[in-house]
């Protein structure tokens, strides 16, 4: 799903852990201040419910200054927040629904988000997981109304190999246009991944894009 950044900002949805059974009073609370810039300062507060779903809601809140200390103008970030998720697994499948909103509360823009990803593991040489989505979004700075976009994608996992093989389409009502992506991964080495990903590979000027990634973690 995507955000619409305000100044520096990049309004990020808080990941929230999973509650098991026994929650405790620290598991209950989100605090997350981080310093973004020399001078710029994005902090997330919240809560969690311990319930059938994972429940949790909180805000957003930033703020950037000059080095003389005057605030710079567009860098507040003021939103709200609330998810909802609900796991479930068994032996060979686990499924993942999800529902959040957020709400810029200085330019009272919004978003609705509804997801739902399973994952099966068919064999030992093969995983599959199918994600479902839909984003309602609604902009007060914009003429245009609000937009929907659907989408749905597929992926085959070869976890002996370290290869993945993806597909998925989105639908935009506001233009009515389809956009298809379709990627494969392969795993090189430990941190070390190939990744090769066309989009709209059916048109007469698809794009394309191929990297390799290395990761390094500490």
Known sequence: MRFVSTGIFLGVLAGAVPLSHKAYAGD??????????????HTTIGFRLPMAWEMSAGADIGL?????GTILSGSELATLWGRAVDDRSNFASSSRREVAVRLNTLTGSGMLYLGRSRNWSLSNDLDIQTLRSLNVSY?????????????????????????????????????SAFSSTFAFNQAIAPNLNFTASFTDPLTLTPAGDVRVDYRIKW
């Open 139 to 175: 902009e007060t700075t914009q003429t245009a109304p609000a937009s929907i976009t659907a989408s749905h994608g597929v992926k085959m996992i070869f976890p002996w190999t370290g290869t993945s093989i993806s597909a998925s389409g989105e639908l935009t009502d506001t233009t």
């Open 64 to 68: 950037g200054s000059a080095p003389g």
């Open 28 to 41: 209950l609370v989100i605090w997350s201040p981080v310093k973004v810039a020399p001078q710029t300062y």
